[in-house]
């Protein structure tokens, strides 16, 4: 559902500052033009954010490589019950709290973790009723424990996302790979049913 972003999607490139407050649907996000290589809000998911927001109401709402939080917002402002929000980054973390904030999001009820996103996951207890995933293509990050390909290993994956979604559940997973094909005989396996390819529904100039 993404266009490709490349290796330097994170690089900084100035020290101003400067944020700017847009409206996206009835959320209040921030971003910077001028500090980052992106901005803060990847256009390509807006679509996914309004029907997270559509979908989350009275449900405990999981955000992982969550970025600045925005897919986030959507579910907070859409009735979510809790909202729980994982990135590695110190930097997108600080954001996302300040988006939330911004949507009048704080509390308890709204969690951020800094965290490897995978050993999160593969050590987390916890069920969600929803949950947004859009991981990297390819990392190895020293920061992270293992190196990652989202087409390796896209359904082991799955299966640690489904062991905390609870009966019911949806999980929406998105990632920027060309040519990514899900392992579908693989994810039926598990128990788990891919009920719809949103690529269908990509922005013009999204398409993967």
């Known amino acids: ?28 996000l921030l971003v910077n033009l001028t500090d980052y290589l992106d901005t803060g809000l990847f ?4 679509i996914a954010r309004r029907m ?17 939080g925005s897919a ?11 909202t729980t929000t994982v990135d590695m ?17 704080t509390g308890r009820a709204h969690r951020l973790i800094q965290a490897d996103c995978l050993a999160w996951l593969r050590e987390a207890n916890e069920q969600f009723d929803l949950i947004f995933i859009d991981p990297p293509t390819f990392s190895n990050s020293k920061r992270m424990e293992d190196a990652f390909d989202v087409q390796r290993d896209h359904l082991a994956l799955m299966k640690d996302l489904k062991r905390l979604l609870r009966a019911g559940g949806t999980i929406m ?6 040519g990514f094909r899900m392992d579908l ?6 128990g788990t049913e891919s009920t ?10 999204f398409r993967p």
């Open 89 to 105: 980054s110190r930097t997108y973390l600080e954001w996302a709290e300040r988006n939330l904030r911004l949507n009048g999001l």
């Open 72 to 82: 986030t917002v959507h579910a907070g402002l859409g009735g979510a019950r809790s």
């Open 43 to 46: 256009l390509d998911h807006r």
């Open 52 to 68: 997270l927001g559509q979908m989350s109401k009275g449900k405990d709402f999981l955000n992982l490589f969550s970025y600045t």
């Open 196 to 205: 719809r390819n949103y690529a269908k529904n990509a922005l013009p100039g």
């Open 173 to 178: 997973f998105s990632n920027n790979k060309r």
């Open 185 to 190: 005989d693989g994810l039926a396996k598990t």
């Open 1 to 28: 559902m993404n266009a490709q972003k490349g290796k330097n999607q994170y690089q900084k490139l100035g020290e101003k500052g400067e944020f700017l407050e847009v409206t996206e649907y009835n959320a209040h």
